[in-house]
C-alpha cells in the first residue's frame, strides 16, 4: 500500500506484463502471483519469468528474493518439467471459493 493506504501491487503494471499481485513476504522477498486466463496456461511458466526478471531488475534491492506463484484450476504436466527449470522459484497453487450463507436474526 502507498502512503495513503491505497493498494499498489494489483494489476501491477510492467513493460513485460501486468503483474496480477505484487506483494512482499515475511522476509521482505517480492512474490509475483500470476493468474493465467485459460487460453494463457501453456505459456504462464514463460510469462511469469518474464515478470519475475522484472522484478528482480528494477525492484529487488541487491538480489533480493524473488519468487512466482501461478494460480491455476489444474496443473498440466508440461508446466511441472517447464517450472523445473526455474529452481523451485515458482510454485503452482489452485484456488477454491465457496460461499455460505446463513439466517441472520432481526
Not at 11 to 32: C, E, H, Y
Not at 45 to 58: C, D, F, P, Q, T
Amino acid at each position: 500500500a502507498d502512503e495513503d493506504g491505497d493498494p499498489v501491487g494489483l494489476d501491477f503494471p510492467t513493460p513485460v506484463g501486468s503483474i496480477d499481485l505484487l506483494a512482499r513476504d515475511r522476509k521482505g522477498g517480492f512474490v509475483v502471483v500470476h493468474i493465467p486466463e485459460r487460453d494463457e496456461v501453456a505459456d504462464s511458466v514463460s510469462a511469469m519469468l518474464r515478470r519475475m526478471g522484472w522484478v528482480r531488475k528494477h525492484l529487488a534491492e541487491d538480489g533480493g528474493d524473488v519468487r512466482g506463484v501461478v494460480v491455476l484450476d489444474q496443473l498440466p504436466e508440461e508446466l511441472v518439467y517447464a517450472a523445473a527449470g526455474a529452481g523451485g522459484a515458482i510454485s503452482f497453487k489452485s484456488c477454491r471459493l465457496s460461499l455460505s450463507f446463513h439466517d441472520l436474526e432481526a
